[in-house]
Each structure stands twice: as structure tokens, then as C-alpha cells.
């Protein structure tokens, strides 16, 4: 395992489960039914175990965009070209796409990173980290070596602490680049066992004989690569991304500084299975804001046991749905700090 990354897992402590158990209780004492407020109270409870803190703050949200490019376009598995990536990364640096909007509503920290697009980027404020133009077409040779997937991870991690030292409380990670369904698929199928059919969807909009297209350029690619389930650097170094190995990082050092993580959707969920298969105490910290309508979602989903926050059919990306989940983080907060308790307002408690 490179330095980097077991260096940054050994940071890693375990979410605070007492500090969840005296959430739990205070939030009996509050004026409601117990449990009445569902999946909120359940939030207020994780985000006690993350901070260590009943009574928490998750605002200012840090946005973190990273893009790259993937040789396995080549393949015509994507309804856009690979220039559509610099085309986008040059749309966040303007403030027009669908992240900045979001991130503008929450009064995010927005920041985006090249970690690997396919050309020159000559947009202001774009971070340059750029580890290799785009990955290499993984149907002929592995996407990228381990020690670019290591340089990848660690443009991750100081994102995130650019993002920490900028006084961010929550970390909303997300990605830019056309294939990287494809590579998220690859990914998924090898680290669940799953048949690549059952994990491939649509993604930008193909069509239903492009989706079959795109099922055989993955199993193709898991023939002549064949990665190994047990070694998840392996795997993305295999199939994987640039953006899904900075993500990765973006998670290992967002848990080292106990900073709560909204996951996204398809792409982000992979890469969080990726980090929770290196360092299981992740998966404390992962908070997860919607479902994509990407076929491989719910697979990863259930891989990590997690149920998320919203269902709105997306499938954009960027890290959109999980900026919209958000706002429930400040609502829990608001719920742990102005709500009265039974005593404080004179309301006669249950009985049992």
C-alpha cells in the first residue's frame, strides 16, 4: 500500500458511538414523540458520532469538483465526447453548471480540480494537479500505474485540507469526466462479484444497444485486466479514474479530520465502497445524500449498507444531489440547538 494512503488511514479513529448514544438521549427529551422526526434524528445521531459533539455545526459545506478524462472513451461508450470534460471544467470556473448553482444556494466553498483532463485547461481558479492526460484505455492496458493512482489520491487529500483550513465543516465531493461511468461500472462489478450487466446504466443518455456496447467493452476489459477484489488499489488502478482515485483521498482525509462527507451519487459511491474496502472506519463519516437513477447505484448502495437521504432522480453527477441534501445536515443541527425540551417548555413527557 503506498505511504500516502497508509500513512493517512492511520489517522483514522472510529466515530465517537457514546457521543451518539447521549444524541440519541437528548433527543428523547425534546418535545416530539420519540423517534418522530425518522431519518432526521438518525442524522443528528451519525453527526454526533462524527464530531464528537451533541451539538454540532456543519456549516460552512465544502464543494470539491474533480475532473479528469478516460482513455476508455475511445471505445464509444459515452453519448459525449472526451472534450466535453475541459468544456465543462471551463463551465464550473465561469459559474454555470448545475454544481454552482446548488453550492451558491448553500454558501458553499466551491473548488474545482484538474487531476487528469485530456488537455491544457486555461480557466481561472481551476487547481492543477494534473497527474497524467486522461487514463489509458483499460481495454488494452491497466487505466493508470498504482503510483499515479497514489499521486491522484493524494491531489484528494490536499483538496480536503485546503477545504479544512479554510474553516469547512462538511464536504460535499464530486466529479467531471465522460466515461467515467464506465470505469465506476468496471469497478463496481470487480469489488461486488456482481455481472457487469447488472451495474451498467445508461449514464449521459446512450441508448439501450450502446448500454450493451458498453457491458462488453467492460467485460473485455476485466478479461484482459483481471483485477483482483482483494487488492482495491488494484482495482483502480486497473479500471478505475484519476477523479475516483482523488475522491478516494478527498474521503480518508475528510475522516481524518472528523469532517462529516456527503456522498453523491453512482461515481461517488464507488469510490467511497474503494476507501471503506482500504479503511473500514470510513464508513462512520460517509453520510449519503440521494440515489441516482445510474443502475449501479443501488449495488454499491447495499455493498455499504447505506440508505440515502434523498430520491430525485438524478443522474448528473458533479456532486448535485448531494448539495441538495445539505440543507437536512443544518435542519438536524437547528433540531439539536433551538428545540425545547419537555422541561424547558413546562410539556408534560410520555408516561410509558
Known sequence: ???IVSEWICRIQPVEREAGEAAHAYLDTLTKPPGSLGTLESLAIQLSEITGHTRFEPSPPGVV????????AAEAVSAFPSEVTAQMVTNFAQGGAAINVFARQVRARL??????????LHAPGVVDAKVRRGTANMVHQDAMTREEASTAISAGIEAVTRAAEAGCKTLIVGEM???????????????????????VGLGTGITSAQQMHKVA???????????????????????????IAAM?????????YRLPIIVDGFIATVAALTVCRLCPAVRGYLIFGHRSQEAGHQVALDALQAKPLLDMQMRLGEGTGAVLAFPLLRAASAMMVEMATFSDAGVSNASG
Open 217 to 243: 467493452v467492460i467485460e473485455r476489459a476485466l478479461a484482459a485486466r483481471q483485477p483482483d477484489a482483494c487488492d482495491p488499489l488494484g482495482v483502480l488502478s486497473s479500471v478505475g479514474g484519476l477523479e
Open 177 to 199: 469526466g465522460i466515461a467515467n461511468t464506465t470505469a465506476s461500472s468496471a469497478m463496481l462489478a470487480v469489488l461486488t462479484g456482481q455481472p457487469v450487466a447488472d451495474v
Open 1 to 3: 500500500m503506498p505511504d
Open 65 to 72: 469538483v474533480f475532473a479528469a478524462d478516460h482513455g476508455v
Open 111 to 120: 473548488e474545482v480540480v484538474d487531476v487528469g483532463v485530456g488537455s491544457d
Open 248 to 256: 478516494t483521498g478527498a474521503y480518508l482525509a475528510s475522516a481524518a
